[in-house]
Every structure is written in structure tokens, then in C-alpha cells.
């Protein structure tokens, strides 16, 4: 959904085809085609780009850009590698994301270049702080140490994993959710290979 909740971005299931909307439903626009199956789609901070993690059947998860009023999708990253969850910046220039659930990488839309942002390994998921100055990698979403990111926000809630596995993360002790954190990592992954 944009910011101001006046736009939504979808994608439709079983086809993976993305769609933008009004909240109400109206000026629905198709912005896909098969082959091509999408996940995790985001709008730029002016609403008038979406990026999203596009698949080609064959080929593996990259990112992808397209017009939210339609036109021909724009391949951003071409990897061999998982490229997932993609997240504008606030200045819609940068956009972070998760490179095979394992570090986060940051593009510069318009010159192409690429980073691995420091610090960020075993990290995936990121999101933007409003001011476009912060990353944030969720540790509910990842085997990360978050033994110490609950350290210093007490009220982080591990469990976002599943719901099913709420109870038990907030009963474990750091060693031990950790290892829970990293067998649902490992479910999540094989998810993904089937996608694939």
C-alpha cells in the first residue's frame, strides 16, 4: 500500500501477476505478463514506480522495476544469485534488499552500482526509516543475533516468525530460539527453491 493508503500493489496467486489498485478497488491496472511471476512488490516514496522481485522461468529471483501506471518492466539486478524483498529509500534512488537470505545489498537505481552494506551478514528483509537515513533487517524474519536486539528494545517481538511458533520463542532462551529462528529460516529457504 502507498503511504498516504490511497494506492494498493498486489500480487495475484497462483499466476504471480502484479496489479496496482485504488483502495477501493477502482483503476485497476494489470503491470505483469506471464512468464514472468512476482513477489514482495513495493511502491517508490512518490507512488509512481514499484519494485519488486520478478521470475523468469529458468532464471533466478531478481529485482525489477516497472511504472505504476504500466509500461514495460525494467530488470535491475541480474544475479545468479536470490535477490528478494526489495525497499525504496525515501529520495527513490536507492533501493535495499536481501541477496540469498544472507546479506543485505544496496543499488543506486539510477547509476546501477551495487554494495553489500556493512554488518549485514545473515541479515534479510530491510526495510527504510521514513527519513531514508536507516535500514532495518527484522530479526523476527531471520537467524540474526537478536539475542542483543532484544537486549535493547525489550518489547521486539521474536515470534513474527509464524504465529504457531510465538509461544515458544518468547518461552526459549537466546540459544535456543536462535536455533528455532534458524529451522524456520531453513523452511523458509526451501519454500523458495520450490518456487524455483
Known sequence: MFS???????VSYPDGILWRSRADASERIRLTYPPMTVNMPHFSPDAKRIVFSGKIPGQ???LVQVSADGGTPEQLTHSPSTDLDPS???DGQRVAF???FSSIQLLDVSTQQLRTVPGSAGLCCPRWSRDGQHRWAPPCVVAVDHCRCAA???SL???RLTRRNRPRLQ???CQ???VLINLVLKQAKAEYAKLQ
Not at 498516504?4 to 498486489?10: E, F, K, M, N, R
Open 4 to 10: 498516504d493508503g490511497s494506492w494498493l500493489v498486489y
Open 60 to 62: 533466478p529471483w531478481n
Open 88 to 90: 525504496y529509500a525515501a
Open 98 to 100: 536481501s541477496r540469498d
Open 152 to 154: 535493547q528494545k525489550p
Open 157 to 159: 517481538d521474536l515470534a
Open 171 to 173: 518461552m526459549l532462551g
Open 176 to 178: 535456543r530460539a536462535r
